[in-house]
Each structure stands twice: as C-alpha cells, then as structure tokens.
C-alpha cells in the first residue's frame, strides 16, 4: 500500500512540478512581454527527490511515535500483569495462614479430645477400684 501511495504521491508533485511557469513584464512602450519557463526534468526530479525525502521523514517520524506509544502500552500491560501475579501471591499466602491456623485449632482440638478421652479413662479405673 506504501509503495502505491508514494508512486501516487510523486506523481502529483511531479505534474505540479513541471507545469510551465510565466513571468510578464510591462514594456516601456505599453505592450507587455510574457517569457515561459518550462523545468528541466532534473529540476522536477531534484524537487520530487526533496518532496518525497520530506513524505519519507514525516512517515518515520510517525512510526516512532507509534512504537512509542505501543511500547508505553505494553509496559502498562507488564505492569498491570506483574500487580496481578504479587496480588495473587498475597492472597496465596493469606490462603497458606489461614489453613495452617485451622490445622493448628484442629491439632489442638484432637490433642484436648485425647486427654480428654485419657482423663475420663483413669477416672472411670479409679472410680472401679473404690
């Protein structure tokens, strides 16, 4: 598509370019004096050369902004990927809290059941001996 806009685009400047140019003068005697210049096809050339290095840098130029600013989104994205990835791991690690703490309660609750279970036994062998 480029390479079609810039043949368009050279195309113009160079029918812009080579149209004849008039310079008329006023005589001394009234009449006037019309001269036509027409541009030598190195004369087009140099101005659709210069043109078109002007089309070429201005394209670039845009390009640049353009990786710019897909380079500032794509750190946004890396950004907002890292955030989720810390948040997940915090909430990971509040997840591993939370179960070692019922584990423990659940640790705790087993051994107060067994002495529990050991007090009621050598009450009821005491209770047998009396």
């Not at 703490?101 to 050598?122: F, I, P």
């Amino acid at each position: 598509m480029t390479t079609s806009l810039k043949t368009l685009f050279a195309a113009a400047i160079a029918l812009s370019f080579t149209a004849c140019s008039t310079d008329t003068t006023k005589n001394a005697d009234g009449s006037t004096t019309t001269e036509v210049t027409t541009p030598s096809a190195e004369q087009v050339g140099d101005k659709v050369d210069a043109k078109m290095d002007a089309a070429g840098d201005k394209m670039e130029a845009a390009g640049d902004k353009m990786d710019a600013k897909m380079d500032a989104a794509g750190d946004k994205m890396d950004a907002a990927a890292d955030r989720a990835k810390a948040n997940a791991q915090e909430a990971g690690a509040k997840m591993d809290a939370k179960m070692d703490a019922a584990g423990n309660k659940m640790d705790a609750m087993g051994d107060a059941a067994a002495k529990s279970a050991r007090q009621t036994k050598e009450n009821m062998k005491a209770a047998a001996n009396k």
